[in-house]
């Protein structure tokens, strides 16, 4: 670990082949890819991988606060820092929660994007799926 | 716990159908709802009406550095704080950046949970559709 990375920065090495966090289970971490690869499977299935350094696993069962929906693995040795108790460090580092938030808005402009490409544009687009409004509705909080 | 933490901000008035943001254009700037209602309009159709005091809207443009996806408007009018310069509010109001990080996240969860589905239907009507071809060809 460089000196100068704070306490709550582990650097951890992983083996090719371990799980580094588990569907189903509440770690509470976050984990960043540093160097090597991890692929993420759903419920056996093998979902995506990456090896792009500073990929960020865990922020959806952290800021929800429910069990990982999703396992990760390591598919090489993997070089990677780990932050326990990921919500305390959180809230102590707010530059690092606006950085989770700008991948996290990212994430929504795409996915929102693609649903709205998917939506009828007329009444007389018989073919299109067409989300009922409540759902639109529910999401609350708007979509800018 | 927003709305406490914006009181300081200006506040401005958007009147009966008046608009405070418009689609395409980029403001940089963070709005809270203090009072009225406001409505969300892309392409064309409204996609939410909001009308809780300490909503927050602008926030994806912001952080993307983007323009807005969405024209925000007002039915019957309404007051909205404007914060000019949301990265230094968001630094120094640590728990607002963490509610907005977890609004993001559960509206990603919905949005990709609703896009599976839709992918899903979409795959199964082309399937529908492949079995009316080759039943056709097969008459």
New interface residues.
Partial sequence: MPASSPAWLKFEYFLAGTVVLEQGTRTGKLVVLKDGEFEVIRDGRFISSTRSPGAIFG??SL??EKPHTATVQAVTDVECYVIEDA?KV??????W??Q???L??????N??????E?RP?DETDH?R?I?PHY?????????? | MILESVVHFPVTVVGPHGTL?QEGQKTGRLYVLKSGD?E?V???SL????G?PG???????V??D?P???T?RSRHGAEVYVVDDP?AF??????I??R?????????????A??VD?RQ??KE?DDLVMFDKIFALLK
């Fill in positions: 922020e959806m800021l929800l919500l959180l809230e102590t580092h707010p530059s929660t606006l989770i938030a700008r996290l808005a990212q994430r929504v402009n996915t929102t994007a693609a649903l709205m998917a544009h073919g799926l989300l759902v639109l509705s529910d999401w609350g909080d708007p979509q800018v | 943001v406001l969300i892309s392409d064309g996609v939410a009406t909001i809780e909503a927050i809207v602008g926030e994806i443009s952080l993307i983007a807005h996806s969405a925000v990265t968001l630094d120094a109001h640590p728990s950046a963490r907005i990080a977890q609004l993001l996240a559960h509206r990603l969860q919905k949005t990709t609703l896009l839709m239907q979409a009507r």
